[in-house]
């Protein structure tokens, strides 16, 4: 598995590491409770309930051991230090599409914080990567499935 750095703002940084206390904290010891609990029920080889119990646990150490991946492999961006002049990581960007002249605002984030009910984009999306580096005025053509999207930027912040 390839290390790549997962940009992701402090306030997200904060929320993974949370998430991974929780885990640690509570929801191990809770894992290993239900495998002692199960075990307590007699014969291991035909416990359902301690089978389930022991792959509730593995699924949740691989998602431990994945959250550890993406927070050691965090670079934090400083909100204050982003050039709003380009479309970049982190900036939230108003574009029109050409075709239904519909206008929608995005930020563009990491794929681990990407959420398209909360307007965020993946960059590594094909609309991520077709806006960045564009500045405001230019158009954004971008391969879709169903043919070429174009786009205008209308504005960027943060």
């Known amino acids: 598995m390839s290390e790549t750095t997962v940009y992701v703002t402090q306030d997200t940084f904060d929320?993974?590491?949370?998430?991974?206390q929780k885990m640690k904290s509570v929801e191990r010891p809770a894992a290993s409770r239900a495998i002692a609990e199960a075990r307590e029920k007699g014969d291991l080889k035909e416990n359902a309930?301690?089978?389930s119990a022991k792959e509730a646990q593995g699924m949740l150490?691989?998602?431990?051991?994945q959250l550890e991946a993406t927070i050691s492999n965090a670079k934090i961006?400083?909100?204050?230090?982003i050039d709003t002049s380009k479309v970049t990581i982190l900036t939230k960007v108003t574009i029109t599409n050409q075709a239904t002249k519909k206008t929608m605002t995005y930020?563009?984030?990491?794929?681990?914080e990407a959420d398209l009910?909360?307007?965020k984009i993946s960059a590594s999306s094909p609309i991520g990567k077709g806006l960045i580096g564009k500045k405001v005025g230019e158009?954004?053509?971008i391969q879709a499935p169903n043919g070429v999207m174009k786009f205008t930027v209308d504005n960027i912040t943060v």
């Open 15 to 20: 929320k993974m590491r949370e998430q991974l």
């Open 61 to 65: 150490e691989a998602k431990i051991k």
């Open 139 to 141: 158009l954004a053509e």
């Open 49 to 51: 309930e301690y089978d």
């Open 107 to 112: 930020q563009l984030v990491g794929e681990k």
């Open 117 to 119: 009910k909360a307007g």
């Open 77 to 81: 961006v400083d909100t204050s230090t």
